[in-house]
């Protein structure tokens, strides 16, 4: 078992550009969770995969945000448009039931310029 | 409103010394509870969790807490630091439907030599 993996773990885009995240969750596990951290805060949930279906989107996913988990594996999420507020670690995570312990991976840091 | 409220942003502790991080939730009923331990540039990783029974919980690397329900607390205590628990901790419940974690703000710990 490897673990919860992210890629890339570094990103740096200019305003205006669109970026793609992808998150790979631990085999077994069919609920997939995206959160984002701005520094020096606790992170924030952004989305939720049963499987291959977003059952659940935070008010802070704006439009210009999407993810997806077309086979119910791995999830990637799209931001387009970057703005500078953009800016954060994003951590993706994933659990075998609700409410079970949820494993994160290591996160992507986003840096809009 | 459901929250977390983590009342220390920075801690500094002497290394050998007792450790006590608080953790206050507002939630409608018992909650599912969780302490995550994140180091700089890194995903969380688990500490402990709550779901029911004993109160006080053991966790990994000497960490317990203890769930109090007439404080709606969950702090976490050490009995003896070590300079590699410097790093930032968060106290975390899932929502009804255990669909998605809501955090608190963190501590960040300093241990000096």
């Known amino acids: 078992d490897t673990g919860v993996s992210q890629d890339p773990r570094h990103k740096i885009t200019k305003r205006g550009q669109n970026v793609t995240f992808r998150c790979d969750p631990i085999s077994e596990h069919n609920r997939l969770y995206w959160y984002r951290q701005t520094l020096g805060q606790g992170p924030e949930f952004l989305t939720y995969?049963?499987?291959?279906?977003?059952?659940?989107k935070s008010r802070l996913l704006s439009d210009r945000f999407s993810a997806e988990r077309p086979k119910g594996s791995f999830s990637t999420l799209e931001i387009q448009r970057t703005e500078q507020g953009d800016s954060a670690m994003y951590l993706c995570?994933?659990?075998?039931?609700?409410?079970?312990?949820?494993?994160f991976g290591p996160g992507t840091r986003l840096t809009v310029l | 409103a459901q929250s977390v409220t983590q009342p220390d942003i920075h801690i500094t502790v002497s290394e050998g010394a007792s450790l006590e991080l608080r953790c206050n939730y507002s939630?409608?009923?018992?909650?599912?509870l969780f302490w995550y331990v994140q180091s700089p540039g890194q995903g969380l990783q688990l500490l402990l969790k709550y779901f029911s029974g004993d109160t006080l919980v053991q966790g990994i690397k000497g960490f317990e807490a203890e769930f109090k329900r007439s404080q709606s607390s969950f702090n976490l205590r050490k009995p003896s630091v070590h300079w590699s628990d410097a790093a930032e901790y968060f106290c975390?419940?899932?929502?009804?439907?255990?669909?998605?974690?809501?955090f608190g703000g963190g501590t960040r710990l300093m241990v000096k030599p």
């Open positions: 939630y409608g009923a018992t909650p599912y």
């Open positions: 995570a994933s659990s075998g039931a609700p409410r079970n312990e949820q494993f």
């Open positions: 995969f049963q499987n291959e279906a977003q059952l659940e």
């Open positions: 975390a419940f899932y929502n009804n439907a255990g669909n998605m974690l809501t």
